[in-house]
């Protein structure tokens, strides 16, 4: 479950949602928020800390890092997108020809 709030928040950051310097909820209001115990959302904090994305101080709260290389995190998302399409094409036995021409149509 932490795995999938760290997704979540790196998709906030990727799309714009939240920029550099972004305050984040607290631990306790996120908890809240999806329902989930504090020691998931304290352990994506820590991952997304350790990663970079996010910058944590005790008793100031979470905050989008200023140094975070916005690029980098929105390939990342691409790259997640392409392998979830890639599951499913496979999975409706959908040729690779057939999806580099629809991914062709989309970038034009």
Known sequence: MYQQIMEQIKQRIAVGDWPPNTLLPSVRELATETKLS???VKRAYLELGR???IITQQGKGSWVSDTLDLATV??????QHLEQASKLAKS?????????????QFME
């Open 38 to 40: 504090i020691i998931t």
């Open 51 to 53: 990663e970079g994305v």
């Open 74 to 79: 929105q390939k990342q998302e691409l790259i």
């Open 92 to 104: 409706l036995a959908i040729p690779e020809d057939k999806i580099l021409q629809l991914i062709k």
